[in-house]
């Protein structure tokens, strides 16, 4: 079946500095992929819209400048949570969707555990 | 705005019983619904999805519904068993296929 990973599964960084995450489909090609994050005992709350080659799609009220996304291939997308503060500790899970699978099943990663100190 | 409702209680059942989720959606009906299965810590696993025209799917011991007269869904787990305990998700696809989740329910199959 497809398999996405994310990379790092924890990940524990100072207030101010940067965290990069990794989101790769193993064995499909990914026109599209979906970041999430999630808070303890909630649902997953959609952030942006990664399509390769082209900007991310954000969700109202996630800052663009806070949450980097790049798209640069059919298997890999990277979130970039710049200059990150407490608030920013979540779970951040991505989803990956290929027009070579079913049209809307989604493939979702592990998750990665960000905690801001 | 399309909304996902699912009962935020815990459902506790025994072994061997059938366990039945509630998903509920506002507005327009989905063109499909999908269900999900996600444990503690870990990202959701895709279980089922079921289209509008269509009243019922099964995956071996599961089964799904479709109403859109009641705008539900209903997510049987017959004969549970104890490794059936997570939170179940519902979600419904946006347009470009935007995945919009219910709050999820967590169910406990206890032995």
């Known amino acids: 079946g497809a398999v996405v990973s994310q990379h790092p599964s924890r990940v524990i960084c100072k207030s101010g500095t940067s965290v990069k995450i990794e989101c790769r489909s193993l064995?499909?090609?990914?026109?599209?992929m979906f970041w999430y994050r999630q808070f303890p005992k909630k649902s997953l709350m959609l952030m942006a819209t990664s399509n390769e080659g082209s900007k991310a799609t954000y969700e109202q009220g996630v800052e663009k400048d806070k949450f980097l996304i790049n798209h640069a291939s059919l298997t890999l997308s990277t979130l970039t949570v710049t200059s990150a503060h407490p608030e920013d500790s979540s779970f951040y899970i991505c989803?990956?969707?290929?027009?070579?699978?079913?049209?809307?099943?989604?493939?979702f990663g592990p998750g990665t555990r960000l905690t801001v100190t | 705005s399309q909304k996902i409702e699912q009962n935020s209680e815990a459902l506790n059942i025994q072994e061997g019983k059938t366990a039945t989720l509630t998903c509920n959606y506002t507005n327009y009906s989905p063109a499909y619904l999908q269900w999900y299965r996600q444990d503690p810590g870990r990202g959701p696993v895709f279980l089922l999805l079921?289209?509008?025209?269509?009243k019922e799917k099964r995956k071996e011991r599961l089964k799904v519904t479709f109403d859109t007269t009641l705008k539900q869904s209903l997510f049987h787990i017959t004969a549970s068993q104890p490794a059936d305990s997570a939170t179940y998700l519902c979600a419904r696809a946006d347009q470009g296929g935007k995945l919009i989740f219910g709050q999820g329910t967590e169910l406990s199959v206890k032995p």
């Open positions: 079921i289209r509008e025209n269509e």
């Open positions: 064995d499909f090609q990914a026109t599209t």
């Open positions: 989803s990956a969707q290929s027009p070579g699978l079913y049209s809307y099943e989604q493939y």
